[in-house]
């Protein structure tokens, strides 16, 4: 499922796109929600072994929708800034399509929670160790699988 970008001049190299994605922190997750309506919401992530996770709540809107129907979009944008001189904006972003799995293994869960812990939160891996284990089990761990991963750039 991948279509032909509409300025392929602008589309990243794999590698150029796994990079950015690796620098950034937030996106947005986009499902197929009620009466077929699209659902998206803001969402934190990392990236961890060069794979997209995201942490939740177990229950909720997104969790209905993943578990109905496990496809999914996540769009993340790096950089932007205006620029007016030439009426346009520059750019820097992602969009990942595939299906989101729910993580089961508790050693990937518990790994994937430390890393958010420690690339999100440095300086305060005490305390967030400390919630990571009263919350454990009262937090999901989504893994995003991709059928096609995308990068786009324009510097103006």
């Known amino acids: 499922m991948e279509r032909k ?11 150029a796109t796994l990079a950015l994605l690796k620098r950034g922190d ?5 499902v197929l929600g009620d009466d077929g309506y699209p659902y998206a919401t803001p ?3 990392i990236v961890m072994n ?3 996770y995201l942490h939740s709540a177990p229950y909720g809107y997104k969790i209905d929708c993943l578990q109905r129907d496990s496809k999914c979009c996540f769009s993340v944008i790096v950089s932007t800034h205006t620029v007016p001189q030439k009426i346009t904006a520059a750019f820097e972003s992602i969009i990942l399509t595939g299906t989101a799995a729910f993580v089961e ?4 869960k518990r790994a994937v929670l430390e890393t958010f812990v420690t690339q999100r939160c440095p300086g305060y891996e005490e305390v967030g160790f400390k919630m990571l284990e009263k919350m454990f089990h009262k937090t ?3 893994r995003l699988d991709p ?4 990068g786009k750039a324009y510097k103006g």
Request: zero cysteines; a negative charge.
């Open 5 to 15: 970008m509409q300025k392929p001049e602008r589309q990243l190299t794999p590698e």
């Open 26 to 30: 937030h996106g947005t997750l986009s």
């Open 43 to 45: 969402v934190n992530y």
């Open 50 to 52: 060069d794979k997209v």
């Open 105 to 108: 293994d508790e050693g990937e």
């Open 140 to 142: 999901a761990v989504l």
């Open 147 to 150: 059928v096609s991963l995308t």
